[in-house]
């Protein structure tokens, strides 16, 4: 009985895999609010009825994109992260500067319905949550490790975050725990620049604008670390 459970259970992830590898390329041809859990079951030659099996609605097929998708951004933040010299603080944030890019830049539909504009319709769920969080808490990482070491020293005369804010630094410290009001905002700054930069570069803003991108992207991102103070 279990080597038949195995059996479909196999079967089932392949044909889950299979659909949201079509999926994926129908993001490419169709963008996001034209995903259709029809046409995906047109082109694997199953009738819709048996698509709802393995996902009952369009939103869940969305939903199982965006965890793919926030998952792929943190494997290679971790994996940028673990090939670093624990101590070289500005270089793991440069290593995960450029890997995010280069998964952006080579997943840019992936990219847009994650970072682009929401899908009209769309709420997404908790779910979602774990899987997106996964590239922040690397970068709450090294910034920790930084204050940790001394390492992590603002330029002096910046102005203080307003107190309006202050209950949002409070939400943040979740990721960034022990740190300053000051602090907390310099690394939203950055973090926010990242994708700013990433933003303006996936959806081509950068064409006859910037043509060495590469070193124009890691020239911001080591702004970005002086401005947080993170030192080499």
């Not at 059996?7 to 079509?22: Q, Y």
């Not at 307003?162 to 690394?187: M, Q, S, Y």
Request: proline share 6%.
């Amino acid at each position: 009985m279990s080597v038949g459970r195995s059996a479909r259970e196999r079967v089932r992830a392949e044909l889950t895999k299979e659909i949201t590898d079509l999926a994926r390329r129908q993001l490419a041809t169709d963008g996001a609010g034209g995903l259709s859990l029809r046409a995906v079951a047109r082109e694997m030659g199953m009738v819709s009825s048996a698509m709802y099996r393995y996902f009952p609605s369009r939103d869940d097929l969305l939903t199982a994109l965006i965890i793919d998708g926030y998952n792929a951004v943190g494997e290679v933040a971790e994996r940028a992260d673990d090939g670093h010299d624990p101590a070289d603080r500005l270089g793991r944030w440069l290593g995960l500067c450029h890997a995010v890019r280069d998964w952006a830049l080579a997943h840019p539909h992936e990219y847009a319905l994650i970072y682009g504009s929401p899908v009209p319709g769309y709420q997404a769920p908790q779910e979602t949550l774990g899987a997106a969080g996964r590239a922040v808490t690397v970068f709450g990482r090294i910034v920790a490790d930084a204050t940790a070491a001394g390492a992590l020293r603002p330029p002096p005369g910046l102005p203080e975050p307003p107190a309006a804010v202050a209950g949002d630094a409070r939400t943040l410290r979740e990721i960034l725990p022990g740190e300053t009001d000051t602090a907390v905002f310099l690394a939203v700054t950055a973090w926010t620049g990242l994708f700013g930069w990433l933003t303006m570069e996936v959806f081509g803003q950068f064409e006859n604008v910037i043509e060495e991108r590469r070193a124009a992207f890691e020239h911001t991102m080591r702004n970005h670390a002086a401005l947080m103070g993170l030192r080499g």
